[in-house]
Nanobody, 122 residues
Framework: QVQLVESGGGLVQAGDSLRLSCVVS????????MGWFRQAPGNVREFVGR????????AYADSLNGRFTISRDSAKKTVYLQMNNLKPEDTAVYYC???????????????WGQGSQVTVSS
């Protein structure tokens, strides 16, 4: 079975940085595309970014304006989301997800983390 466990969320002020972690157990880590999504109350689940664990190729939502970066530690089977210059509108529950193809659609991902709350105060 495949499990994704997230950590690193919290309460920060606008302009601060935060790094989320997602540890993957089971499956074949190098075969996955790892995605990050977020969902604020009353909103749909929104694509943030994705990265192929083998190739390192990454893509991000244009609306982030380069503030977020995905990285990985293959030895630890962990993927990270580095969030810089956080804004109040970034407040959401952030989810990591694992799939087998590059996609910006949540429906394309097979396994999901439990979610991690990120709250950004003004």
């Amino acid at each position: 079975q495949v499990q994704l466990v997230e950590s690193g969320g919290g309460l920060v002020q606008a302009g601060d940085s935060l790094r989320l972690s997602c540890v993957v157990s089971g499956g074949t880590f190098s075969a996955y595309v790892m995605g990050w999504f977020r969902q604020a109350p009353g909103n749909v689940r929104e694509f943030v970014g994705r990265q192929g664990m083998s190739s390192g190729y990454a893509a991000y939502a244009d609306s982030l304006n380069g503030r977020f970066t995905i990285s990985r530690d293959s030895a630890k089977k962990t993927v990270y989301l580095q969030m810089n210059n956080l804004k109040p509108e970034d407040t959401a529950v952030y989810y990591c997800a694992a799939g087998l193809a590059h996609s910006s659609s949540a429906a394309s991902y097979n396994y999901w983390g439990q979610g991690s709350q990120v709250t950004v105060s003004s």
